[in-house]
């Protein structure tokens, strides 16, 4: 049974930084891509970031430039560098694995993920 536990949120003046952990259990990060998705109330759940087993990447546009993924396969850790924070990153942000070996390449897309963490809240005030 694969568990995720996010830790790392909370709130931070726009302009700040945080960063996220997800911490994997009953997973082997090293074979499998990994990546974080957020939702905001009221908003669908959207793509943020994702990372292959060979440590390729991918970001949404909206964080391209700000956010770095990046995971430590000895740790079976996954991580989400957040800088130059916008109140519009405010969301709940899940850690998102995939055990089934269907992503090669880094992965946007929702359905490539088969195992969720409960979510870690990132407010940033303006």
């Known amino acids: 049974q694969v568990q995720l536990v996010e830790s790392g949120g909370g709130s931070v003046q726009a302009g700040g930084s945080l960063r996220l952990s997800c911490a994997a259990s009953?997973?082997?990060?090293?074979?499998?891509?990994m990546g974080w998705f957020r939702q905001a109330p009221g908003k669908e759940r959207e793509a943020v970031a994702g990372?292959?087993?060979?440590?390729?990447?991918k970001y949404s546009d909206s964080v391209k430039g700000r956010f770095a993924i990046s995971k430590d396969n000895a740790k079976n850790t996954l991580y989400l560098q957040m800088n130059s924070l916008k109140p519009e990153d405010t969301a709940m942000y899940y850690c998102a694995a995939d055990s089934r070996g269907f992503c090669v390449f880094a992965s946007l897309i929702r359905n490539d993920y088969n195992n969720w963490g409960q979510g870690t809240q990132v407010t940033v005030s303006s």
């Open positions: 009953g997973y082997t990060s090293s074979r499998y891509c």
């Open positions: 990372i292959n087993s060979h440590g390729a990447t």
